[in-house]
Nanobody
Framework: QVQLVESGGGLVQAGGSLRLSCAAS????????MGWFRQAPGKEREFVAA????????SYVDSVKGRFTISRDNAKNTVYLQMNSLKPEDTAVYFC????????????????????WGQGTQVTVSS
């Protein structure tokens, strides 16, 4: 069982930056591939970024490439999403997710790949 708690969301002007954090409980954090998803009002949950168990592999949705960076610190049981050059269309509730895998390099990009989810943190980007 893994419990995930996101933090770091807020209100920011377009062009600004935010850093989201997701703290995981338990001693097996390094057994999980991690991901960030977002959901805007009236829209389906969307993949944003994913990272493999040791952080050597990452994946991003095209709309955030070059602006967002996912990283993890297995010693601190935490995954991060650094968001730069934010745009109003990035406004959403952001969720982190954990999916167990035996692979050290696999990244997971679909919601059904993940077993555990955080409660979400709101990110609002004003124009």
């Amino acid at each position: 069982q893994v419990q995930l708690v996101e933090s770091g969301g807020g209100l920011v002007q377009a062009g600004g930056s935010l850093r989201l954090s997701c703290a995981a409980s338990g001693r097996t954090f390094s057994s999980y591939a991690m991901g960030w998803f977002r959901q805007a009002p009236g829209k389906e949950r969307e993949f944003v970024a994913a990272i493999s168990r040791r952080g050597g592999s990452t994946s991003y949705v095209d709309s955030v490439k070059g602006r967002f960076t996912i990283s993890r610190d297995n010693a601190k049981n935490t995954v991060y999403l650094q968001m730069n050059s934010l745009k109003p269309e990035d406004t959403a509730v952001y969720f982190c997710a954990a999916g167990a895998t035996a692979s050290l390099v696999l990244v997971k990009t679909t919601p059904s790949d993940y077993s555990y989810w955080g409660q979400g943190t709101q990110v609002t980007v004003s124009s």
